[in-house]
C-alpha cells in the first residue's frame, strides 16, 4: 500500500487540469534508476544549513532547529545526500515573485538551506518557525505552517519531494495537501516536538525522520 | 512505511534553483502543458543520465518551456508542479527503438510521446501531463 497521496485529487483544485488521467506505464529500474546524482561537499557550504545568518541582521520570528535521520524503508541510513529546503518567513510569506500575500518579507530572511547528511543520515537546520499564509483553494483555505523538502537519495527511485509540517497545528485537519495523504500515512509528514534537543536560552527544536523507498541501489567504486 | 510526497508547490525556485552537473553536450528543450494544452508555467523538470551521469534541474517559463543540457543519449525525466501531489517521471527516447524492451512495453498508439524530435543544436520534447496527447509516465 502507497504512503503517497494520489495524482487526482479534486479537492485540490490545481490537480484537476495537471494529474495524468492514464495509469502509469510499470518501468523495471535499470542502472539509470537504481543511480543518482552525487553532490559532494565541495557543492554544499555549511552555512547554508543555518538559514537565520545569511544576511546581515537575524530575522524576525521564533529560532527553532529541525533536524532528523535520512533512513530508507529497511532502516538503513541515506549518508551524504543533498537536502533541500525552503519555506515562508514568520509572517508567512515566500521571498519569491509569485507570492502575492500582503504579509512582510523579512530583509534577513531569504528561507532557503542546504546541507549534507552525515554517515549517519542525519541532518540538521537552524531556521525561523514559518507562518500559515492563505491560498485560493477555496474560500478562507489556509495552509498549515510547513517547511518544503527536496531529497536525492542515493538513486533517482528515491527521489522525493514533501513538506513537513508542526504537531498540533489546528490547520491540518483543514488542509486539502496533508489531506490528500491516505489517513495511516499522515503522521510521517509531522514532525516531533523534540525538547531534549533544544538548545536552552536559543531555540526549541522539532525532529523530522524522513524515510526514503529501498532500493538496491549500487554501492559506489 | 516511506515519506509521503507532497506537492512542490508554486515557490520551489526558493530552495530548487536551476543546475546543470555534468558533460551535457546537447539541448533538450520542451515544453510543459495541461489537458487543456495550456503552458504550466510553474513546473520544475529534472533530467539524470548514468555513466557518466549527467543531471540538471530547469523551471518551465511563462510559456511553459524548459532547456536542460544531455548528453545524446536516452534521458530519464522528474517532472513536479504546483498541482502534482508526486512527481510524474518519463523517459526521453532520442529514435524509435523497436528492441527497446520499455518502449516495446508502451501501447503502440502512445510510443511516440516518448521520442523526441530532432532540431537544430539539440532535441525537442513536450511533456502532456494530461489530454488527448498525454505523455507516457512511468511507475518506477
Given amino acids: ?221 | 512505511m516511506s515519506t509521503p510526497s507532497q506537492t512542490v508547490g508554486p515557490f520551489f525556485a526558493v530552495g530548487m534553483p536551476a543546475r546543470s552537473d555534468g558533460a551535457g553536450d546537447v539541448w533538450l528543450r520542451g515544453r510543459v502543458l495541461d489537458g487543456a494544452g495550456e503552458p504550466v508555467p510553474d513546473a520544475v523538470v529534472e533530467a539524470w543520465q548514468a555513466d557518466p551521469p549527467v543531471f540538471g534541474r530547469a523551471a518551465t517559463d511563462e510559456a511553459g518551456r524548459w532547456a536542460l543540457r544531455v548528453r545524446e543519449s536516452t534521458v530519464d525525466l522528474s517532472v513536479f508542479a504546483r498541482g502534482l501531489l508526486n512527481r510524474v517521471v518519463t523517459r526521453v527516447y532520442l529514435r524509435d527503438d523497436a528492441d527497446d524492451p520499455v518502449l516495446a512495453s508502451v501501447d503502440p498508439a502512445r510510443r511516440g510521446t516518448l521520442i523526441a524530435t530532432r532540431s537544430g543544436d539539440g532535441y525537442t520534447f513536450d511533456i502532456h501531463l494530461q489530454g488527448p496527447h498525454e505523455t507516457v509516465f512511468f511507475a518506477l
Fill in chain 1, 1 to 221: 500500500m502507497t504512503s503517497d497521496p494520489p495524482l487526482s485529487f479534486a479537492p485540490y483544485r490545481s490537480t484537476a487540469l495537471r494529474a495524468p488521467g492514464l495509469p502509469p506505464v510499470p518501468l523495471p529500474p535499470g542502472r539509470t534508476e537504481l543511480t543518482g546524482p552525487v553532490f559532494g561537499q565541495s557543492t554544499v557550504d555549511g552555512r547554508e544549513a543555518d538559514l537565520t545568518r545569511q544576511h546581515e541582521g537575524e530575522p524576525q520570528g521564533e529560532r527553532i532547529i529541525v533536524h532528523g535521520r535520512v533512513v530508507d524503508t529497511d532502516g538503513r541510513p541515506v549518508p551524504h545526500t543533498l537536502v533541500e529546503l525552503w519555506q515562508t518567513n514568520a509572517a508567512g510569506r515566500y521571498r519569491h515573485s509569485v507570492d502575492r500575500h500582503p504579509a512582510p518579507l523579512d530583509p534577513n530572511f531569504t528561507g532557503a538551506g542546504r546541507c549534507l547528511t552525515d554517515a549517519e543520515g542525519r541532518y540538521r537546520f537552524v531556521t525561523i518557525r514559518p507562518g500559515a499564509y492563505p491560498w485560493r483553494n477555496s474560500l478562507n483555505a489556509w495552509r498549515p505552517a510547513h517547511i518544503h523538502f527536496s531529497l536525492f537519495g542515493r538513486a533517482f527511485v528515491q527521489r522525493l519531494v514533501t513538506q513537513m509540517y508542526f504537531p498540533g497545528d489546528p490547520l491540518l485537519g483543514h488542509d486539502v495537501i496533508f489531506g490528500s495523504v491516505p489517513a495511516f500515512a499522515r503522521y510521517r509528514l509531522v514532525a516531533t516536538f523534540d525538547l531534549p534537543n533544544s538548545v536552552p536560552e536559543w531555540a526549541l527544536a522539532y525532529r523530522w525522520d524522513i524515510v526514503l523507498r529501498a532500493t538496491p541501489f549500487e554501492e559506489p567504486s
